[in-house]
């Protein structure tokens, strides 16, 4: 409310999905985020909503492309000239360069495996932010091994595989691929029918005896490929 009042003083109403007439629904995706872009956008200019889920997948592209065109990422060199500005303003460089030092001197075994704890802990999301800290680090994550022993930690975490036989076992701790959607072309986790989840240590999302969709990123990609898509579809 802070930051509404120093928007705007006064009095502000707030609105929910039901008080926007004929604003499309979010059924089953994960697009809530584009959602709410898209009532922003429609009350601010004052338009008649006329998206619904299955153009999802355009709506997050053309506000990529906004976000990139109005705040356009900088060159290579700018992007050094600025690193080497705030490394001028940093004080303790030299502790911060022997910090740097200990990890390039740290036996691999080590990094490895404090690495793969990240990933535990964190999912998904830590392969994308180790591998932007340094060389070192993405060289670790990106290596095929190293993916393939953090899912199976993760599969191990989710899984009592002491319950059930070895062909159970052998069937579904399995790796995963890393496919290009037929669609919009983006790489994505394509998992085998089994076990799916973001890779956090103990959280399992689902279990799907087949493939939710088969060479697609996501349901807006299969849908927006000319396909039809209901939940009853999957045999869960």
Not at 10 to 22: A, F, H, I, T
Request: aromatic share 14%; with cysteine.
């Amino acid at each position: 409310m802070l930051l509404a009042q120093q928007l705007h003083p006064g009095l502000w109403k707030e609105y929910g999905r039901d008080d926007l007439n004929g604003a499309p629904r979010q059924n089953w995706s994960n697009n809530c985020g584009v959602f709410v872009l898209m009532y922003t956008l429609y009350v601010v200019m004052g338009g008649v909503f006329d998206f619904s889920e299955s153009d999802m997948a355009a709506a997050r592209r053309w506000w990529c492309l906004l976000l990139l065109t109005n705040n356009p990422v900088k060159s290579d060199a700018e992007r050094k000239l600025l690193r080497k500005r705030r490394k001028e303003m940093k004080t303790g460089e030299l502790e911060k360069e022997a910090e740097a030092d200990y990890i390039s001197k740290m036996p691999p075994e080590i990094l490895r495996h404090i690495l793969l704890n990240v990933v535990k802990e964190d999912g998904d999301v830590a392969f994308f932010r180790l591998s932007l800290m340094c060389w070192l680090f993405h060289d670790v994550v990106c290596d095929a091994s190293f993916r393939k022993d953090a899912h199976l930690a993760w599969l191990d975490s989710v899984v009592n595989w002491s319950a059930y036989s070895s062909d159970y076992k052998e069937m579904y701790r399995v790796p995963y691929k890393v496919t290009s959607c037929l669609c919009c072309g983006d790489l994505f986790k394509d998992f085998p029918p089994g076990y799916i989840g973001d890779g956090r240590k103990g959280i399992l999302r689902a279990f799907y005896s087949t493939k939710e969709f088969e060479c697609y990123c996501s349901a807006d990609c299969f849908i927006c490929d000319g396909n039809h898509y209901s939940p009853k579809d999957n045999n869960l």
